[in-house]
């Protein structure tokens, strides 16, 4: 079957019963150009290393699984749809370097601590899709991640101090990552096809932070998480003595809030 014909999916679909779920967030990818885009974004850093690790999430049909095993990787993907994991290996002929594995991705995530990958290729599900990638992210054990979002969460996750983007999804992952935005992805590249449209979003693993210790780190999301929750308010009147500021959560730079985290670890340990 030819994975990026929308009539061959549909066709699929209709003989074996299937309904995508949009609570799970199933639309699957049929655009060639958008295939092509992103794994050769995601590859890109392992494209000379035969063989190189790779895990998806959410892999669906197998669309994103096919072209990566073409590429000589191996994949892992993850798939919580049970129809869709039962048939996955089968339905690309049982390669050898194909691991399929039947799981809620958040589940999974926290049961296969200390995994490791080269890189994260998958078109993640919109509902759980975020959550996800934040628990990837926060672990900082893949040093690349590229993945298809929804546009407003691809914005969310690249945009800079002072932007009305910014928020909390943002200041997590560009602690670890650096996070561009590759391309947007029409609604019509999917089916079913959703009320908006995707980007193809690139994390790649920086170590600017590496000397940031795991109690500044707990700090770091405690001080985000509630400054967000309370986005309106100024600094100053959501942490009181704590922080003196009258700036609100979304004009901080990272840079900003590590230090901020820095100077109250130091001074719980005075």
Not at 170 to 188: E, F, M, T
Request: with cysteine; proline share 3%.
């Amino acid at each position: 079957m030819n994975l990026t014909s929308p009539s061959q999916v549909k066709a699929w679909c209709i003989e074996n019963g299937f309904h995508p779920n949009k609570v799970l967030g199933q639309n699957f990818l049929i655009d060639r150009n958008a295939l092509e885009a992103i794994v050769d974004v995601g590859l890109a850093s392992v494209a000379k290393d035969s063989g190189a690790a790779i895990l998806e999430i959410g892999p669906g049909l197998g669309v994103l699984t096919e072209e990566i095993l073409k590429r000589g990787c191996s994949v892992t993907a993850v798939e919580k749809d049970s129809i869709l994991a039962a048939r996955l290996a089968e339905s690309l002929g049982n390669p050898p370097n194909l691991s399929v594995v039947e799981a809620d991705a958040l589940d999974w995530i926290e049961d296969a601590a200390g995994a490791r990958f080269a890189a994260m290729v998958s078109n993640l599900p919109y509902q759980a899709g975020t959550r996800i990638l934040l628990e990837l992210v926060k672990r900082r054990e893949i040093p690349s991640m590229t993945v298809l979002v929804q546009t407003e969460v691809a914005e969310r996750l690249a945009a800079k101090e002072g932007s009305k983007t910014r928020g909390l999804a943002g200041v997590w992952a560009q602690l670890d990552y650096d996070v561009r935005i590759v391309r947007k992805v029409a609604a019509s590249c999917f089916w079913p096809r959703p009320e908006i449209g995707s980007s193809v979003v690139s994390l790649v693993r920086h170590d600017r932070n590496v000397g940031f210790s795991a109690k500044e780190r707990d700090i770091f999301h405690r001080l985000t998480k509630k400054a967000f929750e309370h986005r309106r308010k100024q600094l100053g009147s959501i942490f009181k003595d704590l922080i003196q500021s009258s700036a609100r959560a979304e004009e901080l730079s990272n840079e900003d809030w590590i230090n901020l985290s820095k100077g109250i670890a130091e001074n719980e340990d005075s």
